[in-house]
């Protein structure tokens, strides 16, 4: 895959996320719509957990990989882009419980963002990382992580629009 092609959907990408929670009405950014389940906040908050865990790791130790680089990629999007399925985040990626303050969390997600933009432009994207497997998906190569990154975001948007037409019909 061209580097250029994996930029644009993390730009297209990025663009979704901020929009999304730019969008967020900010009375209820903070607000649970069901017991047990996270704000839009704590969404927020958990990608920019998550976002961070990637840029750490996608600098550190990587080893050449003889399988396609892509290959995890479709996996990846079958089980994040499933609604269906309930999944369920370990420590240290869990939010936590205090109010998130929306600006900031936009600039967070902005900043993590574009430095993953930056690597992308100078990292080896068929490189598998070897300091972290992912808990489902295993080890990753960087472009898959990439695409990830993206996919995991894309679910996220759908719950924060979900919870955004819960408050909507209140």
Same mark, same amino acid.
């Given at each position: @895959? /061209?580097?250029? &092609? &994996?930029?644009?959907?993390?730009?297209?990408?990025?663009?979704? =996320?901020?929009?999304?929670?730019?969008? +967020? !009405?900010?009375?209820?950014?903070?607000?649970?719509?069901?017991?047990?389940?996270?704000?839009?906040?704590?969404?927020?908050?958990?990608?920019?957990? &998550?976002?961070?865990?990637?840029?750490? +790791? +996608?600098?550190?130790?990587?080893?050449?990989?003889?399988?396609?680089?892509?290959?995890?990629?479709?996996?990846?999007?079958?089980?994040?882009? #499933?609604?269906?399925?309930? @999944? #369920?985040? #370990?420590?240290?990626?869990?939010?936590?419980?205090? !109010?998130? *303050?929306?600006?900031?969390?936009?600039?967070? =997600?902005?900043?993590?963002?574009?430095?993953?933009?930056?690597?992308?432009?100078?990292?080896?994207? $068929?490189?598998?990382?070897?300091?972290?497997?992912h !808990?489902? +998906?295993g080890? @990753? $190569?960087? /472009?898959?992580?990439?695409?990830?990154?993206?996919?995991?975001?894309?679910?996220?948007i759908?719950?924060?629009? *979900?919870?955004?037409?819960?408050?909507?019909?209140?």
């Amino acid at each position: @895959m /061209v580097k250029s &092609v &994996v930029r644009s959907d993390l730009k297209k990408s990025t663009r979704e =996320l901020l929009t999304t929670i730019s969008n +967020f !009405p900010e009375e209820y950014f903070n607000t649970h719509a069901k017991e047990g389940r996270w704000t839009a906040g704590q969404i927020a908050e958990h990608l920019i957990k &998550v976002e961070t865990g990637t840029v750490h +790791f +996608f600098t550190g130790e990587t080893e050449p990989t003889d399988r396609d680089p892509l290959q995890k990629i479709s996996k990846v999007k079958e089980r994040l882009l #499933n609604d269906d399925l309930r @999944m #369920n985040a #370990n420590e240290p990626i869990i939010p936590d419980d205090k !109010p998130k *303050d929306k600006e900031s969390v936009l600039k967070k =997600l902005q900043d993590i963002r574009q430095r993953l933009i930056s690597l992308v432009e100078i990292e080896d994207l $068929t490189e598998l990382i070897s300091s972290f497997a992912h !808990p489902l +998906f295993g080890p @990753m $190569t960087r /472009v898959e992580w990439i695409y990830f990154n993206i996919l995991h975001s894309r679910r996220h948007i759908r719950q924060s629009r *979900d919870l955004e037409k819960i408050f909507s019909e209140k």
